[in-house]
């Protein structure tokens, strides 16, 4: 794995000198004495963002504008740095190191390293898809099973598996001959690819701020992963050097291991047996009680004077039925590319879902959420896409799955006690997980809008369309908005005909 810091902001005044500069070049001498002038300057400017989070943190004290702050900044790069630290981290206005970005490469990662990165809810993610590109059978070793000695048989079993996906390409172009040519490998790939290996490696570009940075390489280094650790200590180096006045507490905390096996032997006392197969793949543990009335109370009180509690009495007064229609008729004007009110924030949803690390690697792309996840669990069976038992792949999927669980089960007796984790590099996108998913109506508007469209990938699209119906059955007023693009136009139509 290999962290390349791609790029960050800088004052627009440093770009500018280098604009002059190439002018300056293309229509005057070169060599000139303005060019050598100009040269200086650019070599005095500072190349950090740290002088945009010193002037920004000013704003709020000083009655300079903000380009007098930019420069007085940019004029003692220490003078923004010893603000930066005593503001930041003294005062606790942590939200100043947000001004200040990075755009990083992230290459030969594991899936199961992304998925530690991706937890990180503030920032921006773009990751090579499983479904559009081949994968090559290029996979990661982590040190935990090297020092198993079992990284041979490991290895094998990764290999394994890539056979098995390129085998199940074949079956299921094959399958798929009736689809047109250009569609059938993505169609072939979207399922195969349940047979790969966490370890299998990918890469993605990250834009964060350095708040963000820090908070990752902190929980990183936390990791019982070495790989993810390794991350933390590759994102640190990129960016401190570049923003040292905004990175300070990336040290590891012993206190939240022996927190966590504190609660592990609590769990143990006040459940001692594991139900397996009782859960549903897709729970609703709680909605909003009066979610509806308290939606439409907020939709009155944003277009009056009224207080809330005089226009949740009035809500009180209506029929279920005038309510929803109420929320309703305020979205008259909505497109399917729009969010819904964001008074339908003040309604959330809990579901419990079990589900494939391929569905997951989708779901926790939402961020307007709260996920808590537990660990792959070689219990809860794997998801075999439709289209492979159809194709008849079935054995060839089921032998996969058998191999990478009995490896799973073999690396969990040799790992080290606090390795463990890393028996999960062999489990495949199709092993399972349960999590818990909490979001507020108007992101899962917005998450059913992608997730339930055709272009969704049906894994997702299945979890999403049992999430929506138990969220609409609910709170159908909440809910009347969610449907794929797809089905937008339809929607509407229903709503107001
Ligand atoms: C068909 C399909 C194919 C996809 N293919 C890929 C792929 O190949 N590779 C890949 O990496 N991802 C892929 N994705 C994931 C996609 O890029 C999004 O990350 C994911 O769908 C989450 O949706 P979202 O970004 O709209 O918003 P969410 O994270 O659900 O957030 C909800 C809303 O909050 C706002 N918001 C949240 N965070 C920010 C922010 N930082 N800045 C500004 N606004 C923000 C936006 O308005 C956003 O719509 C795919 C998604 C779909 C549906």
Known sequence: MHVHLAGFNVDTQLVDLIRQIIDEHSHGTPGSKRITELLQKLAEEPITPETLSAAYARISRSSKGIRELRRDARASVNRARRSNETIVFELGHSSIA????????????????????????????????????????????????LKTGLEWEFSEVCQAQFKCYADLIEILTKFHSEIPESERDVKAREDARYVLPLAC??????????????????????????????????????????????????????????????????????????????????????????????????????????????????????????????????????????????????????????????????????????????????????????????????????????????????????LKPKETAAASYVLTNAHRRRVIFQANARELTHFSRLREDEYAQWDIRNIAHKMIELARDACPGLMQFACGKDQFAERKQQLFS
């Open 98 to 145: 947000e001004h200040a970005v990075f755009n990083l490469d992230i290459t030969g990662a594991s899936r199961l390293v992304l998925e530690a990165l991706e937890a990180h809810r503030l920032a921006s993610y773009t990751e090579a898809s499983q479904r559009y590109i081949p994968m090559s059978g290029d996979f990661f070793v982590p040190d935990e099973i």
């Open 201 to 414: 490696r990918g890469q993605v570009g990250v834009t964060i701020n350095a708040r963000t940075a820090e908070q990752m390489v902190r929980s990183f280094n936390q990791s019982h992963l070495s790989e993810v650790r390794l991350m933390g200590s590759q994102i640190h180096e990129e960016v401190r050097s570049i923003v040292p006045s905004l990175i300070r507490y990336v040290e590891a905390d012993s206190g939240i291991d022996l927190a966590d096996r504190e609660m592990a032997r609590s769990a143990y006392d006040l459940i001692p047996v594991i139900e397996i197969n009782s859960t549903a793949e897709v729970e609703l543990i709680s909605s909003p009680t009066d979610g509806e009335s308290i939606a439409l109370a907020s939709i009155l009180f944003q277009s009056g004077k009224y207080s809330f509690s005089q226009a949740k009495r009035a809500v009180d007064k209506l029929s279920h039925i005038e309510t929803q229609q109420l929320i309703a008729n305020s979205h008259t004007y909505l497109h399917s590319f729009d969010s819904v009110r964001r008074d339908l924030e003040l309604g959330s949803f809990t579901f419990s879902i079990t589900l494939s690390a391929s569905a997951f690697a989708q779901l926790k792309r939402h961020r307007i959420a709260s996920l808590i996840t537990q660990d792959y669990d070689v219990e809860l069976g794997c998801t075999e896409p439709p289209n492979i038992k159809d194709a008849n792949g079935s054995v060839l999927f089921n032998e996969a799955m058998n191999r990478a669980t009995e490896m799973y089960k073999k690396l969990i007796e040799k």
